[in-house]
């Protein structure tokens, strides 16, 4: 595996822009105290995305006592800098409330109806999309829908789901409404029944007039697991016929199956960034490519949160396009020459 160069140019949102497409991370508040990642944002992000500010626990950890004030940092750094935002996220089985246990389901409704409406008129005109629900789709838990048996869920039932899209179009008229999920990208029997559970999820949501916009595909890539471009390029189809658009939200590589040694590490990581990005970007309705960060040093995956992501050996990950030291890396030179290999949009 060759790392691709990156041709002469600008940075990443530079590279995006000229084909009518968008590209940004994932930033923290804690994140801007750090000069050389606040001036790579900088240089390559034309789109912020909080990377916890803007979630229910965070924004509301105790019921009714709602703190903005880090995501409204974010918003500040955004707006100095020229970026747009996208909304992370109303509605994630991870970030409800635990005050939530103690309501009814008649006080879980209209909790969930309060936080909606409360979050999206804060930032009313500043958001370009809100990822209004979070992986919902769980095949693991044996309902035939496909649905993720979550609080919501239990309390409420699976008409939760369209009533909050139409929350959130009547908080925010102007704003893209997104459905937003993980684990559909590579070519194992596992994806695929996620894929299954998200086109169903999706053709439901139209089906009963919920005013569903875009699929964010998180693209969390697996280095090791199988990827066939012809296999995903397919579901991206099905997805568009949909009359969907389509954005990659939470971009990294978890390369815990692959050998210590960084360079050749790296160079899969940059391989398999390629071919995904390359398949992903030839489908028109894709329209923004978004890594959950932009360095190694800040990285879920480093930090070992789940099983899958951690190591026999002592070599920490790297599963973005920076390294610690912020040079740039070989996935960046993939995200790049993906970009500029990308058919303009119109």
Same mark, same amino acid.
């Given at each position: 595996?060759?790392?691709?160069?990156?041709?002469?140019?600008?940075?990443?949102?530079? +590279?995006?822009?000229?084909?009518?497409?968008?590209?940004?991370?994932?930033?923290?508040?804690?994140?801007?105290?750090?000069?050389?990642?606040?001036?790579?944002?900088?240089?390559?992000?034309?789109?912020?995305?909080?990377?916890?500010?803007?979630?229910?626990?965070?924004?509301?950890?105790?019921?009714?006592? +709602?703190?903005?004030?880090?995501?409204?940092?974010?918003?500040? #750094?955004?707006?100095?800098?020229?970026?747009?935002?996208?909304? %992370?996220?109303?509605?994630? %089985?991870?970030?409800?409330? +635990?005050?939530?246990?103690?309501?009814?389901?008649?006080?879980?409704?209209?909790?969930?109806?309060?936080?909606?409406?409360?979050?999206?008129?804060?930032?009313?005109?500043?958001?370009?999309?809100?990822?209004?629900?979070?992986?919902?789709?769980?095949?693991?838990?044996?309902?035939?829908?496909?649905?993720?048996?979550?609080?919501?869920?239990?309390?409420?039932?699976?008409?939760?789901?369209?009533?909050? #899209?139409?929350?959130?179009?009547?908080?925010?008229?102007?704003?893209?409404?997104?459905?937003?999920?993980?684990?559909?990208? %590579?070519?194992?029997?596992?994806?695929? +029944?996620?894929?299954?559970?998200?086109?169903?999820?999706?053709?439901?949501?139209?089906?009963?007039?919920?005013?569903?916009?875009?699929?964010?595909?998180?693209? %969390?890539?697996?280095?090791?697991?199988?990827?066939?471009?012809?296999?995903?390029?397919?579901?991206?189809?099905?997805?568009?016929?949909?009359?969907?658009?389509?954005?990659?939200?939470?971009?990294?590589?978890?390369?815990?199956?692959?050998?210590?040694?960084?360079?050749?590490?790296?160079?899969?990581?940059?391989?398999?960034?390629?071919?995904?990005?390359?398949?992903?970007?030839?489908?028109?309705?894709?329209?923004?490519?978004?890594?959950?960060?932009?360095?190694?040093?800040?990285?879920?995956?480093?930090?070992?949160?789940?099983?899958?992501?951690?190591?026999?050996?002592?070599?920490?990950?790297?599963?973005?396009?920076?390294?610690?030291?912020?040079?740039?890396?070989?996935?960046?030179?993939?995200?790049?020459?993906?970009?500029?290999?990308?058919?303009?949009?119109?």
């Amino acid at each position: 595996m060759v790392t691709p160069p990156a041709a002469p140019g600008g940075g990443l949102h530079a +590279r995006a822009a000229a084909k009518g497409l968008a590209f940004g991370a994932a930033l923290s508040t804690r994140q801007l105290m750090e000069p050389d990642l606040a001036a790579a944002f900088r240089a390559d992000c034309g789109l912020l995305v909080a990377e916890y500010e803007m979630k229910w626990a965070e924004l509301e950890p105790q019921a009714g006592n +709602r703190r903005t004030r880090r995501a409204d940092q974010l918003f500040d #750094f955004a707006r100095r800098n020229g970026m747009a935002v996208r909304g %992370h996220t109303l509605l994630w %089985h991870e970030s409800e409330p +635990r005050w939530l246990a103690d309501l009814s389901a008649r006080g879980t409704a209209a909790a969930m109806a309060q936080h909606v409406d409360a979050t999206m008129l804060r930032w009313q005109g500043r958001v370009t999309t809100w990822d209004v629900v979070n992986e919902a789709v769980a095949p693991e838990d044996g309902r035939p829908d496909f649905l993720r048996r979550t609080w919501l869920l239990n309390r409420l039932g699976p008409d939760y789901l369209p009533q909050a #899209f139409h929350m959130a179009r009547a908080a925010d008229p102007a704003a893209r409404l997104a459905y937003n999920d993980f684990g559909c990208e %590579h070519a194992t029997a596992w994806s695929r +029944r996620r894929r299954l559970g998200v086109l169903g999820l999706l053709r439901g949501l139209r089906r009963v007039g919920a005013p569903v916009q875009v699929l964010g595909v998180q693209a %969390h890539l697996q280095a090791g697991q199988p990827f066939e471009a012809s296999e995903w390029r397919a579901f991206l189809a099905d997805v568009a016929a949909l009359g969907l658009t389509i954005e990659v939200t939470e971009m990294d590589v978890n390369c815990s199956a692959l050998p210590a040694a960084s360079g050749p590490r790296d160079a899969a990581a940059a391989d398999l960034v390629r071919r995904f990005l390359d398949a992903t970007l030839a489908e028109p309705a894709v329209r923004a490519v978004v890594t959950w960060g932009l360095t190694d040093r800040h990285s879920w995956i480093r930090e070992g949160r789940l099983p899958e992501h951690r190591r026999r050996d002592t070599a920490q990950a790297r599963p973005l396009p920076y390294d610690d030291a912020m040079r740039r890396k070989p996935i960046w030179a993939a995200i790049a020459a993906s970009l500029d290999a990308a058919p303009r949009r119109a």
